[in-house]
């Protein structure tokens, strides 16, 4: 028998990315949200997305208060979302749990958590995502991220 060592070591660090750590990315080359979707690149962590929620980053992304606020343009957003569309594990949503959190707009990001079997949420917002304890699943913002899954630190990369 064989097994996959690096398939087995990447299903167990599925993460949903919550929309604002993509925008704190776009805004800040030099923080921890760049440095943790230059692991999802890097393939340290895989990242799992329902169509429904990434179409929610390409709404937010695009929007143009967040173009002049991060100094990007439409082809640069389009250019990361279809790079981020291709690194991806899709997930389908099977179950809905709704309503489990405060805001509705947050359920997208729990159920893509829960059908993909992530072990975490990243995202700014970690009060609004208490109740993804439930189902086993971690709320963490990026550095957190980097200590739970031990990922090298690293800031302000360039590429």
């Known amino acids: 028998m064989c097994v996959n060592i690096t398939g087995d070591m990447r299903s167990s660090q599925k993460v949903v990315i919550d929309t604002n750590i993509l925008v704190a990315a776009t805004r800040n080359r030099r923080g921890p949200s760049y440095a943790l979707v230059q692991k999802i690149r890097l393939g340290e962590l895989v990242m799992c997305c329902s169509p429904a929620l990434f179409l929610e980053y390409e709404d937010v992304l695009m929007r143009p208060s967040q173009l002049a606020a991060s100094g990007l343009q439409v082809s640069d957003i389009d250019a990361i979302l279809g790079e981020l569309a291709g690194l991806i594990e899709p997930v389908s949503i099977h179950y809905q749990w709704r309503p489990q959190l405060r805001d509705p707009s947050d359920e997208m990001v729990l159920e893509?958590?829960?059908?993909?079997?992530?072990?975490?949420?990243?995202?700014?917002?970690?009060?609004?995502?208490?109740?993804?304890?439930?189902?086993?699943?971690?709320?963490?913002?990026?550095?957190?991220?980097?200590?739970?899954?031990?990922?090298?630190?690293?800031?302000?990369?360039?590429?």
């Not at 079997?117 to 009060?127: E, P």
């Not at 109740?131 to 913002?141: E, T």
């Open 112 to 159: 893509a958590a829960v059908n993909a079997q992530a072990k975490a949420i990243v995202t700014y917002n970690l009060r609004d995502f208490r109740p993804a304890q439930r189902f086993g699943i971690f709320v963490l913002n990026p550095h957190q991220t980097f200590l739970r899954f031990n990922l090298n630190i690293f800031h302000g990369v360039q590429s």
